[in-house]
């Protein structure tokens, strides 16, 4: 009997030290305007932009209704961690309410660039691009993009671009004229 209450003690204890080093992961957490759907570009490694600030193993992403942020902090991605997303609203006295977003809304499979949307490799509702600017060819301009889309699933599958690939190559390619277009396209109800 004992040995039985050691093991359950040094499986308790294995467990409960898992779940909270996971809790400790840093992530992202992005924080939308109430209602937010659509596409999101977060472009990093911006000149002249704001850093962001890893709190408490949190990186902040705020997202206004353009769905663009711009920071000159490098994206990172978070190995093993899950972002997460929130409405954010203010109540009767001013005071800022945040609400979890759906979680069918993004995926939340890991760090940084979540896709949900073509198991084949055909089609993607979130993705990095090695570029910053928008719908065009790099021009040197410094900066990479991710852009993801949030809102109900069906829309998910709906707005997820296709993924274009090099001949016999298995690394996705940017095709400038594919990009997304970030901002609030509908509020839900």
């Given at each position: 009997?004992?040995?039985?209450?050691?093991?359950?003690?040094?499986?308790?204890?294995?467990?409960?030290?898992?779940?909270?080093?996971?809790?400790?992961?840093?992530h992202y957490v992005f924080v939308l305007p109430d209602g937010y759907v659509?596409?999101?570009?977060?472009?990093?490694?911006?000149?002249?932009?704001?850093?962001?600030?890893?709190?408490?193993?949190?990186?902040?992403?705020?997202?206004?209704?353009?769905?663009?942020?711009?920071?000159?902090?490098?994206?990172?991605?978070?190995?093993?961690?899950?972002?997460?997303?929130?409405?954010?609203?203010?109540?009767?006295?001013?005071?800022?309410?945040?609400?979890?977003?759906?979680?069918?809304?993004?995926?939340?499979?890991?760090?940084?660039?979540?896709?949900?949307?073509?198991?084949?490799?055909?089609?993607?509702?979130?993705?990095?691009?090695?570029?910053?600017?928008?719908?065009?060819?790099?021009?040197?301009?410094?900066?990479?993009?991710?852009?993801?889309?949030?809102?109900?699933?069906?829309?998910?599958?709906?707005?997820?671009?296709?993924?274009?690939?090099?001949?016999?190559?298995?690394?996705?390619?940017?095709?400038?004229?594919?990009?997304?277009?970030?901002?609030?396209?509908?509020?839900?109800?």
């Open positions: 009997m004992r040995t039985f209450e050691r093991a359950i003690c040094t499986i308790a204890i294995t467990l409960s030290s898992t779940i909270a080093y996971s809790a400790e992961l840093p659509g596409w999101i570009q977060v472009i990093f490694d911006s000149p002249g932009a704001p850093g962001l600030l890893l709190r408490h193993g949190r990186v902040v992403l705020r997202i206004d209704t353009s769905g663009v942020l711009k920071t000159s902090t490098l994206g990172h991605v978070f190995a093993g961690s899950h972002d997460e997303f929130f409405y954010s609203r203010l109540d009767v006295k001013g005071k800022e309410v945040l609400s979890p977003v759906p979680s069918n809304y993004y995926c939340g499979e890991q760090s940084g660039i979540d896709s949900c949307y073509g198991g084949d490799g055909t089609k993607s509702d979130g993705f990095t691009v090695g570029r910053a600017n928008l719908g065009e060819p790099n021009d040197g301009t410094p900066g990479s993009s991710w852009f993801l889309f949030v809102g109900p699933p069906d829309m998910r599958a709906n707005m997820a671009k296709p993924i274009h690939r090099a001949p016999g190559e298995k690394y996705q390619i940017d095709v400038p004229e594919d990009d997304p277009h970030p901002g609030m396209i509908r509020v839900k109800p």
